[in-house]
């Protein structure tokens, strides 16, 4: 093929384009055409085709039907492109050029031998997988090459696909081509049988797995004396586990399914939990209700977790629950919380025995104490020393320490705040009864309650208050 040979043939290979431009279409040769970018158009067309079926399934299906259509193209190379197949198959490898599947060169074409080698420079194939972490090769190449080259060569063709170097000229290929038994339609059974093979043993195993999950999840339920049961995000029963000792206040688990929880729950309980349901879709944080149910007169106490469920096949939302009998806890937290109120009424009653205020005479209050004197017990006898005072217009007030051993920073200060505060309220406050360790105690710590008249004894104090009354 001469040099104007093949300026005429890709001039002609460029005539045989046209676009439509009304109408939005593109022809070569005739045959409605379209133009992708290799990548990243096509590229993401193909390449989750390669990811689901495995590279090797994937060259062979494109190869096969890259593959039909290659006589007719023989055809057109020996009769219409050039004298020789070799000159056709260079002529039509400019024409297919001018549409971007690469440049052809026949370097090798040995009909006797039925050998020959194809170089395709920049193919489309290599040059939409440039960079890719996935890579493929040129199945749609090697099945046009081996179609056309068996035509050619008068036998079954295989061609080997061999990375060409390229150099500065960019991407390239090599097809070995050679006679041999092995065809495209037998390789693409083979592969379609391992392909289903490995598809069956992959399912295999999932189901196994997912039965042997179920089991575990059986026996893991079974053991559990919660019940638990899972809803869909319209608020229906998906499953329900119900342990025997839970059975009374729950209806049987295999009518609850695919029924709504209003149908299945108290209607009381049905809205707190479908109200707890709305907070957790909101927020995605787990809720946690408590309620009472009640059933032939016996009341039990249960609380119920809540939480999001994904569903891995639907990929939507559902919730689990997991309600526990709770009524042992909340009782024990009952009967502890009446002991305690039973135990604080005591311990009033006892403090208000030990801090005994008493009218001796008119006007003159006496207060003996005894045990320890804490800030909250100091409190409770300012309160009740200070409203003694006004309701009964005492002028005086009597502290007796007789019965308190033990003095420290704390109570002395305690002490003085209670005769300050009788103070304020126009009163005197005495103190009587201190013993010699808690008088040595108040003055090595200094707390100014040394200051405040004190006597001896109770019968001291009275004595002083009389001859002030005879005096006056």
């Excluded at 479908?274 to 995605?284: K, N, P, T, V």
């Excluded at 308190?404 to 005769?419: G, K, P, S």
């Excluded at 304020?424 to 405040?452: D, H, M, R, Y």
Aim: glycine letters at 8%; hydrophobic letters at 45%.
């Amino acid at each position: 093929m001469t040099t104007l040979d093949m300026i005429r043939a890709l001039e002609q290979a460029r005539a045989n384009h046209a676009f439509d431009m009304d109408r939005g279409v593109f022809y070569t040769y005739g045959i409605p055409s379209v133009i992708f970018w290799l990548n990243p158009s096509l590229f993401r067309m193909l390449e989750p085709l390669v990811e689901e079926v495995g590279v090797p399934l994937f060259r062979m299906l494109v190869a096969q039907h890259s593959s039909l259509g290659t006589e007719e193209d023989y055809h057109s190379m020996v009769t219409t492109f050039g004298k020789t197949f070799e000159e056709g198959f260079l002529a039509w490898g400019l024409a297919v050029a001018t549409g971007g599947w690469g440049r052809f060169e026949l370097p090798v074409f040995d009909r006797d031998a039925r050998r020959a080698v194809v170089i395709v420079r920049n193919p489309w194939e290599l040059e939409m997988q440039r960079g890719a972490e996935v890579r493929w090769g040129c199945p749609f190449l090697q099945g046009k090459i081996i179609g056309l080259l068996s035509h050619a060569l008068g036998v079954n063709c295989w061609a080997d696909e061999v990375p060409g170097d390229g150099g500065d000229q960019g991407s390239s290929v090599e097809f070995h081509v050679y006679p041999s038994d092995k065809t495209i339609h037998a390789e693409l059974l083979r592969l379609r049988a391992a392909h289903h093979e490995e598809a069956k043993r992959s399912l295999e195993q999932r189901t196994q797995a997912l039965l042997q999950s179920e089991a575990k999840q059986r026996a893991i339920l079974a053991s559990l004396s919660e019940v638990v049961f899972t809803l869909d995000e319209r608020g229906h029963v998906t499953s329900y586990h119900v342990p025997k000792e839970q059975a009374a206040f729950h209806g049987a688990p295999e009518r609850a399914i695919g029924r709504h929880l209003r149908e299945v729950m108290p209607e009381a309980v049905a809205a707190l939990l479908l109200g707890a349901i709305e907070g957790l879709a909101r927020d995605g944080a787990p809720r946690e209700v408590s309620y009472a149910r009640e059933r032939d007169g016996e009341v039990r106490f249960f609380s119920t977790k809540l939480s999001i469920l994904r569903d891995p096949v639907s990929e939507r939302d559902g919730v689990t629950a997991i309600e526990r009998d709770v009524t042992e806890r909340v009782r024990a937290e009952q009967a502890l919380a009446e002991r305690l109120a039973v135990i604080e009424r005591q311990q009033q009653v006892i403090q208000e025995l030990s801090t005994p205020i008493l009218q001796v005479w008119d006007g003159v209050l006496a207060l003996p104490l005894v045990g320890l004197i804490d800030g909250r017990r100091a409190a409770a006898i300012t309160d009740s020393l200070l409203r003694e005072i006004v309701s009964t217009q005492a002028r005086v007030a009597i502290l007796d320490l007789t019965g308190v051993e033990v003095v420290d920073t704390a109570i002395a200060d305690h002490f003085l705040q209670i005769v300050r505060a009788v103070e304020l309220l126009g009163a005197t406050c005495l103190i009587s009864g201190i013993q010699p360790a808690v008088a040595q105690a108040v003055t090595q710590l200094g707390t100014g309650i040394e200051n405040t008249r004190t006597f001896g004894t109770m019968r001291g104090a009275l004595m002083s208050v009389m001859r002030r009354r005879l005096r006056s």
